[in-house]
């Protein structure tokens, strides 16, 4: 089974910056919400090793879901730009979920992944829409 790598580099209330990297090298940014101890829609997942198959979402069409996380359901890796923390006053467009960007920037005063819709487009072809297995970690 491919093996695919999250590796985060930074946490910040704006959320969890990182990047996929597949066994051919980096393929994309990545935000997720901050590290706020596992805690359902206000937090990443844990690091560790996940399971990730194919799922059409209602809302997202064709997407991965990132299956086996502890006390968590329905993660997903799908497009989008902001991830914050909400009790501070920030944006986000997950719950939890993981999202691509071709990009780092800045929405407003709020840094973001952005072209996330394409990067999404561009890791989900690069895996030929096959299960794989997705490696969580922190750069340390």
């Not at 590290?35 to 997942?45: A, Q």
């Not at 690091?47 to 006390?71: I, L, N, Q």
């Not at 939890?96 to 920037?105: A, D």
């Not at 709020?110 to 490696?135: H, K, N, P």
Request: hydrophobic share 30%; charged share 20%.
């Amino acid at each position: 089974m491919i093996r695919v790598g999250l590796r985060r580099l930074e946490h910040t209330d704006d959320g969890t910056f990182g990047v996929f990297i597949l066994p051919t090298g980096v393929a994309c940014y990545s935000l997720e919400l901050p590290w706020r101890n596992n805690e359902p829609n206000i937090s990443c997942i844990p690091t560790g090793e996940y399971h990730c198959k194919v799922r059409k979402s209602p809302r997202f069409g064709k997407c991965y879901h990132v299956t086996g996380v502890p006390r968590r359901s329905y993660i997903l890796i799908h497009s989008g730009n902001l991830g914050g923390d909400i009790n501070l006053g920030k944006r986000t467009h997950v719950k939890g979920c993981i999202m691509p960007g071709r990009y780092r920037g800045t929405i407003g005063d709020q840094r973001a992944v952005l072209g996330s819709r394409s990067a999404l487009t561009a890791l989900c072809s690069s895996l030929g829409w096959q299960d794989f297995t997705l490696v969580v970690e922190d750069e340390s």
